[in-house]
């Protein structure tokens, strides 16, 4: 069992930076691939971004590539989203996740799920 939870998120204006934090709970963090996901109400959940158990391999959507940056402390629990140079379109609830299995983009193949966490770019 691994519990998942955001924080980070928040209003900024188009240009500028969040980080996103995801803590996880238990002692099998490293066997866990991660990955972001974001959604928008009345659409589907959308993949953002993962990495590996190790964290050596790291896959990205292509509207997120060279602005956006995944990365995990396997000491700390914790799996991060750097956002640079925000747009407007990136406004979403932001939510981490992990898959046993490894990385995947497809979300229905992730075993757990944070609460989400907003992220709100002002134009």
């Known amino acids: 069992q691994v519990q998942l939870v955001e924080s980070g998120g928040g209003l900024v204006q188009a240009g500028g930076s969040l980080r996103l934090s995801c803590a996880a709970s238990?002692?099998?963090?490293?066997?866990?691939?991660l990955g972001w996901f974001r959604q928008v109400p009345g659409k589907e959940r959308d993949f953002v971004a993962s990495i590996s158990r190790s964290g050596f391999i790291v896959s990205y959507t292509d509207s997120v590539k060279g602005r956006f940056t995944i990365s995990r402390d396997n000491a700390r629990n914790t799996v991060y989203l750097q956002m640079n140079s925000l747009k407007p379109e990136d406004t979403a609830v932001y939510y981490c996740?992990?898959?046993?299995?490894?990385?995947?983009?497809?979300?229905?193949?992730?075993?757990?799920w944070g609460q989400g966490t907003q992220v709100t770019v002002s134009s």
């Open positions: 238990g002692r099998t963090f490293s066997s866990y691939a």
């Open positions: 996740a992990a898959d046993r299995a490894g990385q995947s983009t497809r979300a229905d193949e992730y075993d757990y």
